[in-house]
């Protein structure tokens, strides 16, 4: 009975060994997660979103009073800017891609090299670097103090605290909690509705499970694994290595992006440098842009996409669009 038991053991071992993990996968992944994860020290609350929110679109944040956060991550653009690189502070052009705030949420580490783990430490970077809003914190903490609606409204979404760096950042990063992307063709699909997208879109996401192995990054309800990853762009770019000092593999990696309305945020990649979704695909799907990059990801292996598969692939990350969120921009600000 044991020898039995052992066969039976190895034989499923071996088995689970050569069928790819796509096979396992059910629809409950693809599915939105219950709830946006917050930090006990700054839950959301309708005061804190909406503090945030004019903060987010206020220009006077800025050290030219020219640009706000909204100006390199604007919802009518994917929450991107459809630039190749980030445009900031005196028409300074920025090192890398603004990557889309969309889902953020969701996300275990943010920027592109994965500096910094959550939203309150993020929202204050751009803020004070030269390259983007140029405007010292030791500066606008006490410019907003004098600006006798803000002080009304801090005490209103943190009593007591008052207007700090430590409330400034929460309050931002409580706005951007809430831009999440919403339902999609794709998302209808994987709930029963097999009418909710094509023919080639359905293959396409078969394509994107299966023979392009596009899950070994993009996977789960965000279509992001979390990860860093090297696509041998060999821009020059070190990445994730300049956060994880002597981790030879983070060397070029970056942080892997979600596909959520993927199709609005263009230009792709941290550089910049892909227009299309096509190339975009191609690259990622057959072995990257220069295989003999040095720290290239393990995940980057020609999977001998044709055009046609490619094509059907494209089809599919369409139908990650949702119709855009419900948001009433500011046009009016504290006094």
Request: hydrophobic fraction near 35%; charge should be positive.
């Amino acid at each position: 009975m044991k020898n039995k038991k052992l066969t039976f053991l190895i034989l499923t071992v071996l088995l689970l060994s050569i069928i790819p993990l796509q096979a396992f996968s059910t629809s409950s992944e693809w599915l939105r997660p219950n709830g946006v994860p917050q930090p006990k020290d700054n839950r959301l609350t309708l005061q804190r979103v909406e503090l945030g929110k004019l903060l987010f679109f206020d220009k006077r944040l800025s050290k030219s009073e020219e640009i706000s956060c909204a100006s390199c991550h604007n919802p009518e653009l994917g929450w991107s800017d459809a630039e190749p690189k980030a445009i900031g502070h005196e028409g300074k052009v920025g090192p890398r891609n603004s990557p889309t705030i969309l889902n953020t949420a969701y996300q275990t580490h943010q920027f592109w090299d994965g500096r910094v783990e959550t939203l309150e430490e993020q929202a204050l970077g751009p803020i004070e670097a030269d390259v983007e809003m140029n405007m010292p914190l030791k500066e606008l903490i006490p410019k907003l103090r004098k600006i006798q609606g803000y002080k009304i409204l801090f005490d209103k979404a943190y009593p007591g605290l008052g207007i700090t760096k430590d409330t400034l950042a929460k309050a931002i990063a409580s706005f951007e909690r809430t831009i999440v992307s919403t339902e999609a063709p794709f998302d209808r699909y994987i709930k029963g509705n097999k009418k909710a997208i094509s023919k080639n879109a359905q293959d396409g996401f078969e394509l994107f499970k299966d023979k392009g192995r596009c899950t070994d990054c993009h996977s789960g309800y965000n279509f992001s694994d979390g990860s860093f990853h090297n696509l041998g762009l060999k821009d020059g770019d070190k990445g994730r290595i300049e956060v994880r000092k002597g981790i030879e593999k983070a060397t070029g990696a970056f942080k892997t992006p979600t596909l959520r309305d993927i199709t609005k945020s263009g230009p792709y990649f941290h550089d910049g440098s892909v227009k299309t979704i096509h190339e975009a695909t191609a690259i990622c799907g057959n072995g990257g842009r220069f295989s003999d990059a040095k720290g290239l990801s393990l995940f980057m292996i020609d999977r001998d996409l044709t055009i046609d598969d490619i094509e059907k692939i494209v089809t599919f990350l369409r139908t990650l669009e949702g119709e855009p969120m419900k948001l009433k921009i500011p046009t009016k600000f504290p006094q």
